[in-house]
């Protein structure tokens, strides 16, 4: 059974660009590279054939993982969502308790994160902490330095 996770139709589409490159593209490089290997001799002794194979192994472990993700993957309708607490997509403004500074973070699945672009996974410390939280709330938040508080200022799509 595999996991369901929420994607938007970008994050989603990406997704599917990726596996299609990595099934039209990339195989077709990694069978290449195993048969130029192959013509060069002796397999017992040749790294570049092992080298070949490995990599292809880790090509095929990569797609079987975009498969299992795109399975299991849901598109969220935002229209639909409850801007009252965050849930995945939604945009917050958050403030941290102990330095004042403001931060704006949308909540992403994990295969979405960036946090350069401000979109943090739902899964990362900080995205579980803020999940179901309301504008008004405090989000303690267990990091390794210990325990950082957030209030949440705002909460929009």
């Given at each position: 059974?595999?996991?369901?996770?929420?994607?938007?139709?970008?994050?989603?589409?990406?997704?599917?660009?990726?596996l299609q490159?990595?099934?039209?593209?990339?195989?077709?490089?990694?069978?290449?590279?195993?048969?130029?290997?192959?013509?060069?001799?002796?397999?017992?002794?040749?790294?570049?054939?092992?080298?070949?194979?490995?990599?292809?192994?880790?090509?095929?472990?990569?797609?079987?993982?975009?498969?299992?993700?795109?399975?299991?993957?849901?598109?969220?309708?935002?229209?639909?969502?409850?801007?009252?607490?965050?849930?995945?997509?939604?945009?917050?403004?958050?403030?941290?308790?102990?330095?004042?500074?403001?931060?704006?973070?949308?909540?992403?699945?994990?295969?979405?994160?960036?946090?350069?672009?401000?979109?943090?996974?739902?899964?990362?410390?900080?995205?579980?902490?803020?999940?179901?939280?309301?504008?008004g709330d405090?989000?303690?938040?267990?990091?390794?330095?210990?325990?950082?508080?957030?209030?949440?200022?705002?909460?929009?799509?």
């Amino acid at each position: 059974m595999s996991k369901v996770s929420y994607y938007t139709p970008e994050g989603l589409k990406k997704l599917r660009d990726e596996l299609q490159q990595l099934k039209d593209v990339e195989r077709v490089k990694a069978s290449k590279a195993i048969a130029e290997a192959r013509d060069k001799g002796d397999l017992s002794e040749n790294a570049e054939y092992d080298a070949a194979k490995e990599a292809q192994g880790m090509l095929e472990m990569r797609i079987s993982k975009l498969e299992e993700a795109l399975a299991g993957a849901r598109v969220i309708d935002e229209s639909q969502m409850d801007t009252s607490k965050i849930l995945v997509l939604s945009k917050v403004k958050i403030k941290n308790q102990t330095n004042g500074m403001e931060m704006n973070y949308t909540l992403v699945a994990d295969g979405e994160a960036n946090l350069a672009a401000g979109k943090i996974s739902v899964n990362s410390p900080i995205g579980k902490g803020l999940l179901g939280k309301s504008v008004g709330d405090v989000a303690e938040i267990q990091v390794p330095n210990g325990v950082i508080k957030f209030d949440i200022i705002e909460i929009s799509r």
